[in-house]
């Protein structure tokens, strides 16, 4: 039987090393893809076009949202960023997992279109623990601070949604942690019932003498 | 935040080594409990009380029916089998995952009392390799073989109703996916609730400044 690719959405608590957790992941083991975005937002010093991003012209883009070649995009801040359909498509038909790394919005958009998807949210080892990583070294001003701790306000609301908490304490846990629920993923039931099915049958026909 | 032990159940096709693949994961993670069951009937030369089963008397058993002292319990060729409940929830409680090795309507059973708990089946790579085995050597009669088949079709029908396929291909491999199961069942969201509410609760306060 085929191992199937799974489509894994990583979301989290800004400053919870979801990155490092991810590039880690990568680094281990080759059966994963992280997904690239489309964006319209101009490329950074360094940046390569396929790499970081598939940079793309507001015409480009919205001429993609038209032909609906993404899984999901959004607009922040006068630009577009989206995930390509076929770049995600083409890994899973390899038996890869893709990894996405978006926000619960975008999350749940994926869920609905991809209901084997996987949705892990990592958080820290506590409320404590993250407050320390929110306030910073003592260096941050207040405003700062505020800005942070709403954001995590925000960004704790859809926990729920999520199929696994992902406790980020040590890093290496974390990453292995991560690799076991994404390679069990591939051996849900409910993913299986075409190779089932086909095993129930030739039993059934061993049995009648067949 | 703690690890929590699951309650896990393993069913599969005679002849797939499913007590092998058990005996290997006992031997390599601390973390495990194979279940003992209580039964009436005698012991074999070697066995011994508390290890390979609990020996009760057929009064003992049917009192311990009557206070709900069992999991799941069935009547085999005039013997009572069961799983203690004591046991299992002792060994839950201190985080052990615990593996019951039982069939299709034991688990099913086990689901309706425990929701969390994980439901494996153990299954051949191909019905071809299932028959091999099933057919052996060649030294068997038709008699056995047709009457292995039979069973295999009967053991086929619950499948759907376990969480996930276990292919035992190569051993290494199979003891390895089955850790991996078990290990990411204890951070399904749904078994975390608590967890999430007490996180966003000290967060939400440290935004208030609190």
Not at 66 to 89: H, I, L, R, S
Request: net charge negative; glycine share 8%.
């Amino acid at each position: 039987m085929k191992k199937q690719g799974t489509l894994v959405v990583v979301s989290g608590f800004a400053g919870t090393g979801k990155g490092t957790v991810m590039k880690e992941l990568l680094s281990r083991y080759d059966s994963y893809a992280l997904s690239i975005s489309a964006t319209t937002r101009n490329p950074r010093p360094g940046e390569v076009d396929g790499r970081e991003y598939f940079f793309k012209t507001k015409e480009e883009f919205e001429e993609m949202i038209e032909k609906d070649e993404f899984v999901e995009f959004a607009c922040y801040v006068g630009n577009y960023y989206g995930t390509p359909k076929k770049y995600v498509q083409e890994q899973l038909a390899e038996g890869k997992d893709v990894i996405l790394e978006i926000e619960i919005q975008g999350a749940l958009n994926i869920k609905s279109q991809f209901p084997d998807a996987l949705l892990l949210f990592i958080a820290p080892p506590s409320a404590d623990v993250l407050k320390q990583r929110l306030v910073g070294r003592g260096t941050e001003t207040e405003e700062v601070i505020e800005q942070r701790l709403a954001r995590a306000v925000e960004e704790s609301k859809g926990i729920e949604n999520y199929d696994y908490l992902v406790v980020n304490d040590e890093l290496d846990e974390c990453v292995e942690n991560v690799h076991q629920m994404i390679q069990s993923a591939g051996w849900k039931m409910s993913r299986r019932a075409a190779d089932v099915e086909d095993l129930r049958t030739q039993i059934s026909a061993f049995a009648k003498g067949e």
